[in-house]
């Protein structure tokens, strides 16, 4: 795919603003919900968004908690 100067302009404003909105506090991200399991545990909070129990959070699973099955 070759390269478009348009898009770099773009990709270059962009983040200057979303940069000021961020020090404003004017953007924030998701809440974070860190789950247990590890990766194991990423097949129950994909379950859990399909059920909708999951809306307008982040669900974390840390890869230091996954305990693989022997």
Same mark, same amino acid.
């Given at each position: 795919?070759?390269?478009?100067?348009?898009?770099?302009?773009?990709?270059?404003?962009?983040? %200057?603003?979303?940069?000021?909105?961020?020090?404003?506090?004017?953007?924030?991200?998701?809440?974070? +919900? !860190?789950?247990?399991?590890?990766?194991?545990?990423?097949?129950? %909070?994909?379950?859990?968004?399909?059920?909708?129990?999951?809306?307008?959070?982040?669900?974390?699973? +840390? !890869?230091?908690?996954?305990?693989?099955?022997?």
């Amino acid at each position: 795919m070759e390269a478009k100067p348009e898009d770099f302009v773009f990709g270059s404003k962009w983040y %200057g603003i979303a940069e000021l909105l961020w020090a404003q506090g004017k953007w924030t991200p998701h809440p974070q +919900r !860190i789950e247990e399991g590890g990766l194991i545990g990423i097949n129950d %909070g994909l379950q859990q968004m399909r059920e909708s129990k999951v809306s307008g959070e982040k669900l974390v699973y +840390r !890869i230091d908690d996954t305990v693989w099955p022997n």
